[in-house]
């Protein structure tokens, strides 16, 4: 039976929601007030699952695999109770402790409406809806570092004066123009981090489909974004998967018409011409940008706030005590580490004496959520792996899920990406995904034997 490929008013509205889940600095505004477009495609999300699923209260609440992600929304709850009886007098830890309360127990009823509402054409939508924010993504982050090699200013940060403005966001800027001009281009974020996760997607994506025109977009955002993380990951992903990424050699084909050719050399020259003006800018670029990652990886001296996270880490351990075990809820995972006398006077130079996520998602899990949040967290990865890898060459919408899946997996090791709307689309949407198919599996096997 033949799939119906057409997309609905539904289907868009997935769409919409896994594209803008990419996009944070896409909002509407009035009477001083701002709702971001992810948010409006998320709550619309909402009450159309719920509204679809007219037996919500007769079946099933969840399948297994996503009971573990629930699991991990809930341990979030109780340690940031835990953490506002810990903080216990200290009003401005106490509010970080319960901050995003409100958004852990959103992920839940969306969880459970997913399960029970949505299809997997569904699911699928909302993955090509995160690719697609992913490649507008990194098209912006070129355009801005195009605008600004070329014109010396920042696109990103002149249409969005209004944002910057309202939201008072740091050095008045999202793109960050550095004291030696380098440009770091941010997207529709509001960190030049964030393309450290989206740009190795589109790069990893392209490579695998041989769309080297998505390759090439995904690289130039990475010139632009000048992000470490960014070029780490993509080498990591690179040396898990090179054998998937690396094309094959194909016999050449016979017979090719003479007017391919044309067309083939037409767009050689065009390219040439375009790289006589670009390439020096670009190069330029590049230059700035090996100059910064040798500084943070290679020979830097001072101890940025991330070689202390690393080294620090067994210190903060011993200083957090019971907070490894409970948590303190998201968003205060710095406490042990300000609270070492030691490791704060090595940070204090870089970091305000408040609650904060260090730069590295898993230690801000562990002292968020505790050990056992942790080990939920690492356990749905886990699930997503083994499924998408198992299916990469079976399913098509695997390809996209499991680039985004490796990653987040990365990314997690060098900046704090805590709840992050894109990696919890791909949790819920996949969890679930996996557990249809464990039930299509025991259906199937009673079928064959009763």
């Keep these: 039976m033949k799939e119906n490929k057409k997309i609905g008013l539904s289907g868009l509205l997935f769409l919409a929601m896994g594209t803008f889940s990419t996009m944070p600095v896409l909002e509407v505004s009035a009477a001083g007030r701002s709702v971001t477009f992810f948010s409006l495609t998320f709550f619309a999300a909402l009450v159309f699952l719920w509204v679809r699923n007219k037996n919500f209260l007769r079946t099933p609440i969840l399948t297994k695999p996503l009971r573990y992600f629930v699991l991990w929304m809930v341990i979030g709850i109780v340690a940031g109770c835990a953490g506002w009886l810990y903080f216990n007098g200290d009003s401005v830890w106490q509010s970080a402790a319960t901050s995003y309360l409100p958004k852990l127990v959103l992920y839940i009823a969306f969880a459970i409406l997913w399960e029970q509402g949505a299809s997997e054409k569904d699911g699928r939508l909302v993955l090509k809806g995160l690719l697609l924010g ?246 749905c990865l886990f699930l997503l792996y083994r499924y998408y890898k198992k299916n990469l060459h079976t399913l098509g919408h695997a390809v996209e899920a499991y680039y985004i899946l490796l990653a987040t997996v990365f990314s997690a090791l060098f900046y704090h990406y805590i709840l992050f709307s894109p990696q919890v689309l791909l949790i819920v949407v996949g969890l679930a995904e996996i557990g249809h198919s464990c039930t299509r599996g025991k259906l199937l096997s009673e079928v064959r034997s009763g």
């Excluded at 010396?152 to 309202?166: D, Q, W």
């Excluded at 992903?237 to 007017?259: H, T």
């Excluded at 998602?361 to 959520?369: E, K, M, N, Q, V």
């Design 134 to 379: 992913a490649v507008l993504n990194c098209v912006w982050a070129v355009l801005d570092g195009l605008c600004y090699y070329v014109a010396h200013f920042s696109l990103n940060n002149v249409i969005f004066s209004a944002y910057i403005e309202r939201h008072d966001i740091r050095f008045g800027q999202l793109s960050l123009i550095l004291g030696n001009g380098l440009l770091r281009a941010a997207g529709f974020n509001m960190d030049p981090a964030n393309i450290g996760f989206l740009g190795p997607i589109v790069i990893a994506y392209g490579l695998h489909k041989r769309r080297y025109g998505l390759t090439l977009i995904g690289l130039l955002s990475l010139v632009f974004s000048a992000s470490t993380t960014a070029a780490v990951v993509t080498l990591a992903i690179f040396a898990l998967e090179w054998k998937n990424l690396i094309p094959k050699r194909k016999p050449s084909r016979k017979g090719m018409q003479m007017w391919m050719y044309l067309v083939i050399l037409l767009g050689i020259a065009v390219a040439a011409a375009a790289a006589v003006r670009l390439l020096p800018l670009v190069i330029r670029a590049a230059g700035l940008f090996a100059e910064r990652f040798n500084g943070v990886y290679v020979k830097g001296n001072e101890a940025s706030p991330r070689k202390v996270y690393y080294a620090g880490f067994f210190k903060a351990l011993l200083t957090a005590g019971v907070i490894a075990f409970t948590g303190s809820g998201l968003g205060t995972s710095s406490f042990p580490y300000i609270e070492n006398a030691e490791l704060f006077h090595e940070l204090e130079p870089n970091i305000d004496n408040g609650p904060f996520d260090p730069e590295m998602t898993y230690i801000a899990y562990l002292f968020d959520c505790g050990i056992l949040g942790l080990v939920l967290y690492v356990y």
